[in-house]
């Protein structure tokens, strides 16, 4: 079981670490746009489109790797006063709202990514860019949250069983301290 925790972290922190540099992408074309548009009035007919698409993967393949580093919004009125064996229960409880949430992302963002392929579906500005890749990205942005969400059900329940923390909670998915 450790063995595929500790898979699944890998996967979700490679994931978001190389989506992280989609940033620098569209921080390069909004620059380029606002140089373009202002210093040479010659704006460009694909900077909106492409940062559109780029923010949609960037937010949607980052989920995983989100709930990794637990950066999620928490609300903590109630479960900072726990002690941690009923915050891990309480955890546990949650993960099946994240496990239907998920499971229906998956199930529409297939279809949806389906028909967008089948019918050509393209952005419908001048350059028509098409959907089906930026769909698609639904699908596998809520799988990896799964894949997660699994992980730290297996560790909270874990952690609920034993009374004990998880080492990989403090130390990150590679055996080491990590920051954030």
Request: glycine letters at 8%; proline letters at 4%.
């Amino acid at each position: 079981m450790r063995i595929w925790i500790r898979l699944i972290h890998r996967v979700n922190f490679w994931v978001g670490k190389g989506v992280s540099f989609l940033l620098v992408a569209m921080m390069a074309t909004v620059c380029f746009e606002v140089l373009s548009r202002y210093a040479f009035n010659r704006p460009t007919l694909w900077s909106f489109d492409l940062n559109t698409n780029l923010l949609c993967v960037y937010s949607l393949l980052g989920g995983g790797y989100t709930l990794l580093r637990k950066s999620h919004v928490r609300v903590d009125i109630l479960h900072a006063r726990l002690s941690p064996r009923t915050q891990c229960l309480l955890d546990c409880l949650t993960s099946l709202l994240l496990f239907l949430f998920t499971t229906v992302l998956i199930w529409e963002g297939v279809h949806i990514g389906i028909q967008s392929w089948l019918q050509k579906e393209t952005s419908g500005t001048i350059l028509e860019w098409p959907l089906f890749p930026t769909k698609f990205m639904v699908p596998l942005g809520a799988f990896l949250l799964l894949l997660q969400g699994t992980a730290k059900l297996l560790e909270d329940l874990t952690s609920a069983v034993t009374g004990r923390p998880i080492k990989d909670r403090e130390e990150g998915p590679f055996g080491r301290r990590e920051g954030g």
